[in-house]
């Protein structure tokens, strides 16, 4: 069989194969609608035979080009076998991505095929099987079998910790080189702890500032080393910093609900953070889901007729969940019915299982990028404290995550007066009228920057909102020493609903957003007085140095 031959007949098997594809859910009650235009098919088709010729004739000059991280390694360009695997991997890959695009179906649908279709090509790789991987196989022999021995060791320790090591998780304790911002528990129940930070300016800001971290995370993402630490950083602007530090779950927290984390932590880290500063009012940040956390508590407050928080942040926070991005092609009224059952009568969402759900929205860089490097090449992960922080799971009580995903991924209930009940009372968030920062990060794949922006929408008083660069964590963890990245303002009166409207006007600024937000926290703040000499105050006395035991807890395997 010629070259063309072979082509021609590469191309008849690739189009029976799409005419197979095209069948899905043609069945009642199947699947839904799916189909292909037979224009874009054609168009698919003659592109890939001409990609494909192209290939082959580099490959029998023996330059195969291929450009990506995976394969940029010298060992695969120095073997032409294993450069032409790669070529035609990628030219696959493209090739079925773009068949996903030509798909007619609905967004829902197609965004899930979407995901298949990576999550499949992401773990096909020929970089991840030593048979295919030239790099690894180069190392082996270089080593005479040493890195398989280690890649062996290190792929038997990570089935024993039930995950995948991301770092040199033995370099870190947290207490001593991860979350050292000096300060004191001051007040526990069986859902948090409330930190008090030692102050680092001889005044204070009269109201002080509490800030509430994600309940899926541990808090200490904001407090990982001091020239990174937004508390620290708090803490040297002059503000009497408190900042919550959730327990991790376990079987006595198994039949936790949503209320109990709104008026159990929320509302009572406000109250005694109010009454420890001895402030009528205060100012509160959310981060993430912390900051929806605060949204409720501080509607179900206004619902009460209390106004105890002068000014909120919410930093890379969903509140209206009509733009979720990629979580979105998990939700449907069967999976949240599949976990309303599941937790019925208590139980966890286990850590591990919710880490594993938020690696693989990053398959390739937060999966495949360490099954490469720990287990093929036998390499030990260098030292990042992020990424500890990122191996260092947290369970969620069941009964509350299955509300959490009815109201808001599912239902979006949150932002329909009326309509969610919390704490025995309803969310109606035109009842918050208080000044609020909004912060998103523009290539979040957790809250996407049409998420964030969307609570601009939904609160009636002022409002400021921020976009920084980067994702959900670097975009937020960019302290201004480090003169990295940048962010954009625009606007503090207009506010379209379209995202990328305010964004077409907004004006780019070098550097870090945290000046920015500094600078409008402490127009919110009042005066200055001395600083307290004390931890806590009355009944609220220091318990234990932070960063306390909670935090301490891991989620077992």
Request: aromatic share 12%.
């Amino acid at each position: 069989m010629d070259q063309n031959s072979a082509l021609k007949s590469l191309g008849d098997s690739w189009a029976k194969a799409l005419a197979s594809f095209q069948t899905l859910g043609a069945g009642e009650g199947a699947a839904p609608s799916l189909s292909f235009a037979p224009d874009k098919l054609e168009a698919l088709q003659k592109q890939y035979i001409s990609d494909a010729t192209t290939l082959w004739n580099q490959s029998l000059q023996g330059h195969t080009a291929v450009k990506d991280r995976r394969f940029s390694a010298e060992a695969w360009q120095q073997n032409p076998m294993a450069s032409f695997a790669a070529a035609a991997y990628l030219l696959n890959t493209r090739t079925m991505m773009a068949l996903t695009e030509a798909a007619d179906t609905d967004a829902k649908t197609k965004a899930r095929i979407q995901f298949a279709v990576e999550q499949w090509a992401a773990a096909s790789a020929p970089s991840n099987f030593l048979a295919f991987n030239a790099d690894a196989q180069k190392k082996a022999i270089d080593t005479k079998g040493e890195s398989i021995s280690k890649g062996i060791q290190n792929l038997l320790h990570d089935m024993q910790q039930g995950h995948v090591s991301m770092t040199d998780e033995s370099l870190f304790e947290v207490g001593k080189n991860v979350a050292t911002t000096e300060g004191k528990v001051v007040f526990e129940n069986e859902f948090f702890q409330l930190l008090e930070y030692k102050p680092l300016t001889a005044k204070v800001y009269e109201r002080p500032f509490l800030l509430i971290p994600p309940c899926i995370n541990k808090f200490y993402i904001l407090d990982l080393q001091p020239e990174n630490s937004l508390i620290r950083y708090a803490v040297s602007q002059g503000h009497r910093t408190f900042v919550v530090s959730w327990r991790n779950p376990d079987e006595d927290l198994q039949h936790t609900t949503w209320d109990d984390f709104v008026e159990d932590v929320a509302i009572k880290a406000i109250e005694v953070t109010q009454e420890i500063g001895g402030a009528k009012q205060i100012n509160a940040l959310g981060f993430c889901v912390g900051g929806t956390i605060l949204s409720n508590a501080l509607a179900v407050l206004a619902a009460r007729g209390e106004k105890p928080v002068a000014s909120a942040t919410f930093l890379t926070t969903l509140i209206d969940f009509t733009d979720t991005g990629v979580l979105d092609v998990f939700i449907d009224e069967a999976f949240v019915k599949y976990r309303e059952g599941q937790f019925a009568e208590g139980g966890l969402m286990k850590g591990k299982d919710m880490a594993s759900t938020f690696s693989f929205l990053r398959p390739n860089d937060l999966v495949w990028n360490y099954v490469v490097g720990n287990y093929l090449k036998g390499e030990t992960p260098p030292p990042f404290d992020l990424l500890y922080w990122n191996s260092d799971a947290t369970n969620l009580p069941g009964p509350m995550y299955a509300w959490y995903l009815r109201n808001t991924y599912l239902e979006n209930n949150l932002i329909k007066p009326g309509t969610a009940k919390v704490c025995g009372t309803t969310i109606d968030y035109r009842k918050v009228d208080i000044p609020v920062y909004i912060y998103g990060s523009r290539e979040d794949h957790i809250v996407p920057i049409g998420g964030s922006y969307a609570s601009t929408q939904v609160f009636p008083g002022k409002k400021r909102f921020v976009m920084g660069a980067s994702g959900h964590i670097a975009g937020v963890i960019n302290p201004p020493a480090a003169k990295k990245r940048c962010y954009w303002t625009g606007s503090e009166t207009t506010f379209p609903k379209d995202a990328q409207q305010w964004l077409g006007k907004a004006k780019e600024h070098a550097g870090s957003w945290w000046p920015d937000w500094a600078d409008w926290l402490k127009s919110h703040a009042g005066k200055q007085i001395a600083s307290p000499k004390t931890y806590g105050k009355g009944k609220y006395k220091a318990i234990e140095n932070a960063p306390g035991r909670y935090v301490k807890e891991r989620a077992s395997n």
